[in-house]
């Protein structure tokens, strides 16, 4: 544990704050809907959508998410697709609490035999994330198909940053979970704002564009990201829609 302050008049230390911070719990996004703390803040996201965890971060993220879940009632875990950064501690997770990996039929045979570099575009960067991040393959319990329902969300059918990317719609309060479909921070730079994935992240920008498009004519009051912080104004994602060259 970082050590606090020891004078009332100094700053805390940022270990100190970014400890604090982690120690907050969750942030709740929306009815049902919570957001992990991570660290830093908003780089790579997990949610509770009810007792579902979506997203289970890089291979490095299982102490502090199950941290965060300590006490509370989790029966499923779910993923928007299968790159390292989100399906990292999938396993530990499952195993630890027991519980049932569902993701998009599509993704399941990388999360099955854990391959999930050579999915990707070959490319310098994305070997470097694609061997620091992805964890050990665990069995699918349940395949996601458009139209399911998940935590009281609707799957949507969401491919080309994976093959089997998956995204959630809450039509009742418009609330959508996009995954990595949009980003709302540039994932190399750290810097906030909206973007589509990075290409050498991505196997079909093409399709991935379709799948952007697709989300933005939803227009949903909040947009739930992979990356970046959540957005509360859908007349950015039709903004950057509409800039696309195909
Ligand atoms: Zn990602």
């Not at 949610?47 to 499923?76: C, K, N, T, W």
Request: hydrophobic share 40%; glycine share 8%; with cysteine.
């Amino acid at each position: 544990m970082p050590r606090a302050a020891t004078c009332l008049f100094a700053a805390p230390s940022p270990a100190w704050q970014a400890y604090s911070r982690l120690r907050r719990g969750l942030q709740r996004l929306a009815e049902d809907l919570y957001l992990l703390r991570g660290f830093p803040p908003y780089a790579i996201n997990e949610y509770l959508a009810e007792d579902v965890l979506i997203d289970a971060g890089s291979r490095h993220a299982a102490g502090r998410i199950l941290r965060q879940l300590a006490g509370r009632d989790v029966s499923a875990h779910a993923l928007t697709h299968a790159h390292g950064d989100h399906q990292g501690s999938s396993h530990e997770i499952c195993q630890k609490l027991d519980l049932p990996l569902w993701c998009g039929e599509l993704d399941a045979p990388a999360v099955e035999d854990g391959r999930i570099l050579e999915r990707m575009p070959r490319h310098p960067i994305t070997a470097v994330f694609g061997r620091a991040f992805p964890g050990p393959p665990h069995p699918v319990a349940r395949r996601l198909h458009e139209g399911d329902v998940v935590a009281g969300f609707q799957v949507l059918d969401t491919p080309g940053h994976s093959a089997g990317h998956i995204s959630f719609w809450r039509e009742s309060d418009r609330t959508l979970i996009c995954g990595d479909v949009f980003t709302n921070i540039d994932t190399i730079t750290g810097l906030p704002g909206l973007h589509e994935p990075r290409s050498f992240f991505t196997p079909d920008p093409a399709r991935n564009r379709q799948s952007m498009r697709r989300l933005a004519e939803l227009e949903p009051a909040l947009v739930c990201f992979g990356h970046g912080r959540p957005l509360r104004d859908p007349g950015q994602l039709s903004a950057l829609v509409a800039r696309l060259k195909d």
